[in-house]
């Protein structure tokens, strides 16, 4: 008997049936004070989101369309930056505490790998 037919069915099937307890605890989950939006307001959400490429990809990456491919929206507004003062101190405190990744693979950070050549932390 051939049965390779039946293994897209049962997927299909496994699907519908996943979809519809996940849409039920969804409905569950949302607060019911919470007022609904207007048909209107979904889908002006949704061409901002196509505009700006805040959409999950249809690969498996898990990345938003805007990270795949930046070249084709636009960018994020760049927020205020440290001033160069504020970035040599930052570095300098790293440095005296040991808060700086260390060389080699183990992705340690300095003061982990060599706890006695730096302040205990809290200090």
């Known amino acids: 008997m051939n049965i390779k037919w039946m293994a897209p069915l049962v997927s299909a099937v496994g699907f519908v049936l996943l979809t519809g307890v996940a ?3 969804v409905a569950q989950t949302q607060d019911p004070s919470a007022v609904p939006k207007t048909r209107a307001e979904v889908q002006a959400e949704l061409l901002e989101a196509q505009r700006t490429g805040n959409i999950v990809s249809w690969d498996d990456s898990g990345l ?5 491919y930046p ?6 507004p760049a927020g205020q930056g440290l001033s160069r003062e504020q970035v040599m ?3 300098l405190e790293a440095q005296r505490t040991g808060s ?9 950070m300095l003061n982990e790998l060599y706890p006695q050549m730096y302040p205990a932390r809290g200090r």
């Open 89 to 91: 101190a930052e570095l």
């Open 100 to 108: 700086i990744v260390s060389w080699g693979d183990s992705g340690l």
């Open 64 to 68: 938003m369309l805007n990270q795949l």
């Open 23 to 25: 849409g039920q605890a």
């Open 71 to 76: 070249q084709n929206y636009p960018p994020k």
